[in-house]
T-cell receptor, first 116, second 113 residues
Framework: AQSVAQPEDQVNVAEGNPLTVKCTYS??????LFWYVQYPNRGLQFLLKYITGDNLVKGSYGFEAEFNKSQTSFHLKKPSALVSDSALYFC??????????????FGKGTRLSVIA | DTEVTQTPKHLVMGMTNKKSLKCEQH?????MYWYKQKAKKPPELMFV???????INESVPSRFSPECPNSSLLNLHLHALQPEDSALYLC????????????FGPGTRLTVL
C-alpha cells in the first residue's frame, strides 16, 4: 500500500525567510512524488514532481523539493517566502509498481502562513 | 490551452433535485477525474475515466452518476443527494500514466439543503 504523511498541519514563516513543508512517503516500489498548492476556494495547482534522476527538483513560483530515498522524504522548499505563498499544500505519491490507473494518494495537507 | 473549466462555480440544490456538473479540457488529455473535497481536507477520488471509459469507481453512491460524452467533456449527474454531500467537487485531467501530473479545474461548490 502507498501512503503519504505531512506531519505539520500548519507552518508559519516570516516573509523573506526560507520555508520548508515536510512530506514523507511509503511505497513498495519506486515513488512518483508530486506537490500541489491550493489557494482558497480554488482547485489544486501542480508545483513540481519527482520521477527519476536528479534528487533536487525545481518547480513553479521558485519552489523546489529534494527527494531523499534513505529518509523516504520529499520536502518542499523555497529560499525566500512571499505573503502570496500562503495557501494549503498537498504532497502526493504513486507507486511505480502499480498500473497506470492507480489513484494518486494525497497527504492531509499543510497550511502555510507567511507573515509580513 | 492548459486549462480545465468547470461549471457552475456554485450550486445549491434540494435533496429531491436533479442537477449536473460539467467539466471541459482541450489539452488532449485521455484521463479525466472527479474528486470530492471537504473543507481543509485532501481531495477524495470518486471516478476515473480513461479513453472515455470508466476505469475506477471508488465505491461512490449511485446518487452520483458520471458520464464522459467525449474526450474533452466530463459530467457528474446528481440526484437525491444528502446534506453531507455538500463539498467542493473538483475535476482533473492528465495524459494518463503513473508519472504525469493532473491538472485541476477550479471546482464547483455544492450545497445540498
Amino acid at each position: 500500500a502507498q501512503s503519504v504523511a505531512q506531519p505539520e498541519d500548519q507552518v508559519n514563516v516570516a516573509e523573506g525567510n526560507p520555508l520548508t513543508v515536510k512530506c514523507t512517503y511509503s511505497v513498495s516500489g519506486n515513488p512518483y512524488l508530486f506537490w500541489y498548492v491550493q489557494y482558497p476556494n480554488r482547485g489544486l495547482q501542480f508545483l513540481l514532481k519527482y520521477i527519476t534522476g536528479d534528487n533536487l527538483v525545481k518547480g513553479s513560483y521558485g519552489f523546489e523539493a529534494e527527494f531523499n530515498k534513505s529518509q523516504t522524504s520529499f520536502h518542499l522548499k523555497k529560499p525566500s517566502a512571499l505573503v502570496s505563498d500562503s495557501a494549503l499544500y498537498f504532497c502526493a505519491v504513486r507507486d511505480a509498481r502499480n498500473s497506470g490507473n492507480t489513484p494518486l494518494v494525497f497527504g492531509k495537507g499543510t497550511r502555510l502562513s507567511v507573515i509580513a | 490551452d492548459t486549462e480545465v473549466t468547470q461549471t457552475p462555480k456554485h450550486l445549491v440544490m434540494g435533496m429531491t433535485n436533479k442537477k449536473s456538473l460539467k467539466c471541459e479540457q482541450h489539452m488532449g488529455h485521455r484521463a479525466m477525474y472527479w474528486y470530492k473535497q471537504k473543507a481543509k481536507k485532501p481531495p477524495e477520488l470518486m471516478f476515473v475515466y480513461s479513453y472515455e471509459k470508466l476505469s475506477i469507481n471508488e465505491s461512490v453512491p449511485s446518487r452520483f452518476s458520471p458520464e464522459c460524452p467525449n474526450s474533452s467533456l466530463l459530467n457528474l449527474h446528481l440526484h437525491a443527494l444528502q446534506p453531507e454531500d455538500s463539498a467542493l467537487y473538483l475535476c482533473a485531467s492528465s495524459k494518463g500514466g503513473l508519472y504525469n501530473e493532473q491538472f485541476f479545474g477550479p471546482g464547483t461548490r455544492l450545497t445540498v439543503l
